[in-house]
């Protein structure tokens, strides 16, 4: 919904619901836009419609827990590229793994920032990878050997001890401008 918010132009950047410029959205999703109070919502679904029995809104403050959400997820994902001086274009891919990442829409990650901005074809879905991992170690002696020569060669980084970690953090908050 974030996504296809910020598309229309109900949603700025900066995650602010926009009503200053109401004017400049076709009417049924103008009609959407609400301030109830002090709190900006946009109303996804009404009674009777798709089923809902009552009014769900997207309202500003869901949109600032998302940010921080997606600011801590894409901010370790920068930090982690930054520390070992991998930039965008020498990710070869990007494997969205387990519950939340394969149910994911990809093309909303990326507009939102939750994920580094590759290109579609570099990201895919591998589903429960740590199962998948966890059996190819049980039945192959080759495979658990993989796995302890990945595992001694990881590397520890705190993140939120890392000097630039609250800049990057602060940045990945705010959504992509287009």
Not at 18 to 27: A, I, N, Q
Not at 134 to 151: D, G, K
């Amino acid at each position: 919904a974030i996504a296809v918010l910020l598309d229309a132009g109900v949603i700025d950047w900066t995650g602010l619901i926009d009503l200053d410029h109401l004017d400049r959205l076709p009417p049924p999703l103008r009609a959407r836009v609400i301030k109830r109070g002090d709190e900006r919502a946009v109303v996804l679904t009404r009674p009777g419609e798709c089923g809902a029995t009552q009014e769900i809104l997207l309202t500003q403050d869901d949109i600032r827990q998302v940010q921080l959400c997606k600011g801590a997820i894409a901010s370790g994902a920068a930090m982690l590229q930054r520390i070992a001086g991998v930039p965008e274009d020498k990710v070869a891919e990007l494997m969205l793994a387990g519950g939340f990442g394969n149910y994911l829409s990809i093309p909303s990650a990326l507009r939102i920032g939750l994920i580094p901005a590759l290109p579609e074809p570099r990201i895919r879905y591998v589903g429960n990878a740590a199962l998948l991992g966890a059996q190819l170690a049980l039945l192959s002696e080759a495979e658990r050997h993989r796995a302890e020569r990945i595992a001694r060669g990881i590397e520890h980084v705190s993140l939120a001890a890392h000097p630039d970690f609250q800049d990057v953090f602060v940045d990945c908050m705010n959504f992509p401008r287009t």
